[in-house]
Nanobody
Framework: QVQLVESGGGLVQIGGSLRLSCAAS????????AAWFRQVPGKDRDFIAA????????RYSDSLKGRFTVSRDGIRNTLFLQMNSLKPEDTAVYYC???????????????????WGQGTQVTVSS
């Protein structure tokens, strides 16, 4: 069983940056894909970015690529999301997720991920 705990959310001004962290415990991510999603009330959970832990292959939402960067620290078993040039529409609850990888393509659908963190709120305001 994998436990995921996000941190790093908060209130940031328009144009600012935040780095979210997701610490994993219970087992290593070595054979997993790990991802970030976000959700606003009343809407679906949207894919942001994902990384294959072994090899570091990445996949991004087309609309967010360039502002958001996913990375990982294999020693600390921690996933990161660097968010730059933040906009009010980036306000959401951000979730990390993980799943054992079993396909060639890194999945982008929430139902493909087995483990989830509790979420961390990011609010972008002026």
């Amino acid at each position: 069983q994998v436990q995921l705990v996000e941190s790093g959310g908060g209130l940031v001004q328009i144009g600012g940056s935040l780095r979210l962290s997701c610490a994993a415990s219970g087992r290593t991510f070595s054979n997993h894909d790990a991802a970030w999603f976000r959700q606003v009330p009343g809407k679906d959970r949207d894919f942001i970015a994902a990384i294959r832990w072994s090899g570091g292959f990445r996949r991004y939402s087309d609309s967010l690529k360039g502002r958001f960067t996913v990375s990982r620290d294999g020693i600390r078993n921690t996933l990161f999301l660097q968010m730059n040039s933040l906009k009010p529409e980036d306000t959401a609850v951000y979730y990390c997720a993980a799943t054992p990888f079993n396909r060639t393509a890194i999945p982008t659908t929430p139902s493909d991920y087995h483990y989830w963190g509790q979420g961390t709120q990011v609010t972008v305001s002026s």
